[in-house]
């Protein structure tokens, strides 16, 4: 079965310190995956896709095929960071598979 | 805005009513998808078209539920007899594949509360 699993629902930092979102997910394909975000009263939005293997706002992921995870990653969270982050499988076809999402809270 | 949109943005109706949302996808985008999202979960799919065609429904659409696509452009989700189960967020995603793969970007969703 397709899945993704992010184990923590609720994840609080304070500014400055590290961050990382777990997520792993169950495919026997050879998987794409994302993070999105949703910041208060904003729409879904795409933050970063593995095959692209960017940057962006500080935030990395990277995937590791044998621990089937995708954490996400930053290093010295900031006050704008705080959202809803939500990992998500498009495994071959075309829906995407979401977690349940953690919502990550930074702290002054 | 070029983004994806969608009317209504807030659905309070009676159970037993029928109701119907839109969704506008980005024009060049082929694929549009609708996806339903409950408190505390994530979005789950519900149905996919590439332009007009209706390729794939979850099982989560009962036969209460229908959604087009005409002329391959915005779509339509009904849900008729409504029931206070179907309180959720509806979003609508549209994409289109590209060599780099597919990223599909979301609407601001309607949310539909049954009483």
């Known amino acids: 079965a397709q899945r993704v699993t992010q184990p923590e629902k609720l994840l609080s930092v304070f500014k400055g310190a590290p961050v990382e979102l777990k997520c792993n997910y169950s495919?026997?394909?050879?998987?794409?995956l994302f993070w999105y975000v949703q910041y208060s009263r904003q729409r879904l939005q795409l933050l970063l896709r593995?095959?692209s293997r960017e940057s962006i706002k500080g935030f990395t992921a990277d995937l590791n095929k044998g621990e089937t995870s995708f954490h996400l990653k930053k290093p010295f969270a900031q006050e704008e960071d705080s959202a809803m982050y939500y990992c998500?499988?498009?495994?071959?076809?075309?829906?995407?598979?979401f977690g349940q999402g953690t919502r990550l809270t930074i702290n002054p | 805005d070029t983004g994806v949109s969608q009317d209504p943005r807030h659905k309070i109706t009676k159970r037993g009513q029928n109701v119907t949302f839109r969704c506008d996808p980005i024009?060049?985008?082929?694929?549009l998808y609708w996806y339903r999202q409950t408190l505390g979960q994530g979005p789950e799919f519900l149905t996919y078209?590439?332009?007009?065609?209706?390729?794939?429904k979850s099982r989560l659409l009962s036969d209460r539920f229908s959604a087009e696509r005409p002329k391959g452009s915005f779509s339509t989700l009904e849900i008729q007899r409504t029931e206070q189960g179907d309180s959720a967020m509806y979003l609508c995603?549209?994409?289109?594949?590209?060599?780099?793969?597919?990223?599909?970007?979301f609407g601001p969703g309607t949310r539909l509360l049954v009483l």
């Open positions: 998500a499988l498009l495994p071959g076809a075309q829906k995407l598979v």
């Open positions: 495919y026997s394909g050879s998987p794409e």
């Open positions: 995603a549209s994409s289109t594949r590209t060599s780099e793969g597919e990223t599909q970007y």
């Open positions: 078209f590439q332009n007009e065609a209706q390729l794939e």
């Open positions: 024009s060049e985008h082929n694929r």
């Open positions: 593995h095959i």
